[in-house]
């Protein structure tokens, strides 16, 4: 079975220019989450996904954060414009199903962003 | 609200010596509880995970973890490690409250010398 996809791996951008960040979940997993790992932190919850609705996106900072989750399978995370405290791992993760039912999430490897 | 404690920002540790990592929870509500580690540039590994049943799990590498109800604890130990443990090990819970998004601690960092 193949895991979460993530693309690119690294990316290095100046501040106040855009980024985005793509994710292709496992095959048939209802639910999508992007996570924030900032250096030393464990990874945050910015925006989790059902199908291609909003489940929770109370951490993520809207004002230049935005997603998409087209046609319930392949997500992409942009940040516009970025500010330095952007530089983190942003992960992706996904899981069989939602709802009521518990399903432990899968994580892809990550897009390392750096801000300069 | 659900918040997690990992006790030790950095746990050095001699090759083949045992070693335990820390873990304490805060939850209101019902949670499953998870280990993963990450080596360094990659993702997450889910390393174990207790749902519910023993409160002794084992996982994969020869770690193990148990659960302890009334200390909230989910402490991770292995008896001998080896240089390639050298890792980031993350605590994290997920609340059986419907939505189930995963509640991360701040990291052990596991640094096994020779």
């Known amino acids: 079975e193949a895991g979460v996809a993530q693309s690119p791996r690294y990316k290095i951008i100046e501040k106040r220019q855009s980024v985005a960040f793509w994710c292709n979940p496992i095959s048939g997993h209802a639910t999508l989450y992007w996570y924030q790992q900032i250096l030393g932190q464990g990874p945050k919850l910015l925006i989790q996904f059902q199908n291609n609705g909003v489940v929770d996106d109370s951490q993520l900072p809207k004002d230049r954060f935005s997603a998409e989750r087209l046609k319930g399978v392949d997500s992409t995370l942009k940040i516009q414009p970025a500010k330095l405290e952007d530089s983190a791992v942003y992960l992706c993760?996904?899981?069989?199903?939602?709802?009521?039912?518990?399903?432990?999430?899968?994580f892809g490897q990550g897009t390392r962003l750096t801000v300069v | 609200a659900q918040s997690v404690t990992q006790l030790d920002s950095q746990v050095p540790v001699f090759e083949e010596a045992p070693v335990e990592l820390r873990c304490n929870y805060s939850s209101s509500v019902s949670v499953y509880l998870f280990w993963y580690v990450q080596y360094p540039n990659q993702g997450l590994q889910l390393l174990l995970k207790y749902l519910s049943g023993s409160t002794l799990v084992k996982g994969i590498n020869g770690f193990e973890a148990e659960f302890n109800k009334s200390q909230t604890s989910f402490h991770l130990r292995k008896p001998s490690v080896h240089i390639s443990d050298t890792a980031e090990y993350f605590c994290?819970?997920?609340?059986?409250?419907?939505?189930?998004?995963?509640?991360f601690g701040a990291g052990t960092r596991l640094f096994v010398k020779a």
């Open positions: 993760a996904s899981s069989p199903r939602g709802g009521s039912t518990f399903t432990e999430a899968f």
């Open positions: 994290a819970v997920i609340p059986n409250t419907g939505g189930f998004k995963t509640i």
